[in-house]
């Protein structure tokens, strides 16, 4: 991936465009995707997300497969998984139906927030700077110094940030999960 711009992300395709689901490990990317697989949206990617920032940013399908943590591993009895398997670091990966294209257009950025206390899907549209501050707390590696990397980094992120819809999206948290819950993700942002 290097020199390519990457975010800490999962994403699925929904109506020809692709929506990255974006956050720091343990935020419940891999979950919203699988949630997303579950509602007939086809995997784009887990946990690291290739972007093409050109003037209409786009990203590539780079999985077929979820790792799915111990809480979340339920989702693979759903239909939409043709197999599953453990992985070396105790989750669960799941295989589900990949979109068949190189490459899709990036709609939006989802930054999930999963709640026990709420029943309901809250999404807020985040203006750009806010869009950023939570781009930048998501970063696909921990730790860089590099100051050269920290500065393109920072540049692609608020390109991003520009460019497309951002969302900070509350969603009611299982196990259980609300069979409807991924098309309940979507709706706010895609108008479906």
Known sequence: MKKHTVLHASAAKVRGDAIAVVGPSGSGKSTVAALLA?????????????????????????????????????LSDGGSVSSYRGTSDG????????????ALPLR?????MPRR?????VAVKLAPA????????????????????LLRNFQEMSRLAKTVDC????????????????????????GL
Request: glycine share 6%; hydrophobic share 45%; net charge negative.
């Open 108 to 112: 939006a950025c989802v930054f999930p």
């Open 167 to 190: 969302w900070q999206v509350q969603i009611p948290w299982g196990p259980p999960f609300d069979d409807d819950l991924g098309r309940r993700i979507i709706g706010p942002i895609s």
């Open 38 to 74: 579950e509602a007939g949206y086809p995997l784009i990617s887990d946990d690291v997300l290739r972007v093409d920032l050109g003037s209409n940013p786009r990203v590539y399908v780079s999985a077929s497969e979820l790792r799915l943590r111990e809480n979340s591993a339920a």
């Open 117 to 121: 206390d709420i029943d309901s899907v």
């Open 130 to 149: 806010d869009a950023l501050k939570q781009l930048l707390a998501a970063p696909r590696m921990l730790g860089w110094i590099d100051h050269g990397w």
């Open 91 to 102: 989750r669960t990966a799941v295989s589900v139906a990949a979109a068949a294209e190189d």
